[in-house]
């Protein structure tokens, strides 16, 4: 049996949180405060010669995104890694939020410009691939080791609107079953859409700006034309991931930061969303406990064929 309930079940069962609602008019300039410290810990991961792993993280005030690498031997054993290193790049915009689509793609999402400070923007960035070195130092003849080769080969728009319902975005994940689609959460309205960002449709009018597929698919405020997850609405759950269950199916999870769980015991119920039969499409939506996840595996690492776009992190 699966762990996830229906959509239809789900709809309505819970209360948005007070303080929730996005609010009616665009945020000009830089992102409030409230917006910081969103994630998606979906990984980078390349298995040979060394098994590398690597996340991004976006710093909204120094208009940075910095990825950071940690490389063991392969198979990694955990503890023992042989190099790390660190790639920071320069944005034009506030970036609020980015995630790892696949091992050299990923999706940067922030607010603003140096011309424009209104529009929300989604860039896909095409990374080079990173390689360990060993160096030895002349002076003192020490060795040292550090992941480098890391750059940014291309950036292409694909999303750029000033729009009520779609200012910031706050989450982005990959889809799986669908390669080249991720999952978009935007701020204001707490929804969820799904953005195709291979299939560029030209408008016929000018400027011939491509504009990529964007589908609303679940509501996170009251009065939505597409099924309510009112749960969307909690801004605490700042971390998103996605995983393949032997069992589950994929599993997308939004869950508290560390900072959140401590005043939570310890253990704060994630919200998750099932796709049971891998086809990109979600099912149903959940919030189990600890008891029920444990009851279905979901705590298990050993049930996992993918976690966090990893086959074989040593710190799943």
């Not at 120094?62 to 790049?89: L, R």
């Not at 964007?214 to 997850?229: A, H, I, Q, R, S």
């Not at 189990?288 to 298990?300: F, R, S, V």
Request: charged share 15%; proline share 8%; hydrophobic share 35%.
């Amino acid at each position: 049996m699966n762990l996830i309930l229906p959509i239809i079940c789900f709809s309505g069962l819970l209360a948005v949180p007070k303080g929730m609602q996005g609010p009616n008019q665009l945020v000009v300039g830089a992102p409030p405060v409230e917006t910081y410290g969103y994630a998606t810990f979906d990984r980078i991961e390349i298995v040979a010669p060394y098994y590398i792993s690597g996340i991004p993280t976006v710093f909204p005030k120094s208009k940075e995104v910095s990825f950071s690498y940690i490389a063991y031997n392969s198979p990694p054993v955990e503890g023992q890694f042989v190099a790390f290193g660190i790639h920071t790049e320069a944005v034009s915009f506030w970036p609020t939020t980015a995630a790892v689509l696949d091992n050299e793609t990923v999706a940067v999402a922030g607010k603003g410009g140096d011309v424009d400070q209104i529009m929300t923007t989604i860039e896909i960035w095409k990374l080079t691939t990173p390689k360990v070195v060993f160096e030895v130092d002349p002076t003192t003849g020490q060795a040292h080791s550090s992941v480098t080769g890391v750059r940014v080969r291309s950036r292409t728009v694909v999303y750029n609107e000033a729009a009520l319902g779609r200012d910031m975005v706050r989450a982005l994940l990959r889809i799986r079953g669908k390669p080249h689609s991720i999952f978009v959460q935007f701020h204001d309205s707490n929804d969820l859409y799904e953005l195709d960002y291979t299939q560029a449709v030209l408008p016929t009018s000018p400027p011939p700006v491509p504009r990529f597929p964007l589908t609303k698919l679940f509501g996170g405020t009251p009065g939505t034309d597409v099924p309510y997850v009112p749960e969307l609405a909690d801004r605490s759950r700042k971390c998103v991931s996605g995983s393949t269950h032997i069992t589950q199916g994929v599993l997308y999870s939004w869950w508290v930061g560390l900072e959140d769980q401590m005043t939570n015991s310890g253990y704060a119920k994630p919200l998750i969303a099932g796709d049971w039969d891998n086809n990109g499409v979600i099912d149903g939506w959940s919030i189990p406990t600890k008891e029920q996840n444990q009851a279905a595996g979901i705590l298990d690492q050993t049930q996992y064929s993918e976690r966090r776009l990893s086959t074989m992190h040593p710190g799943w």
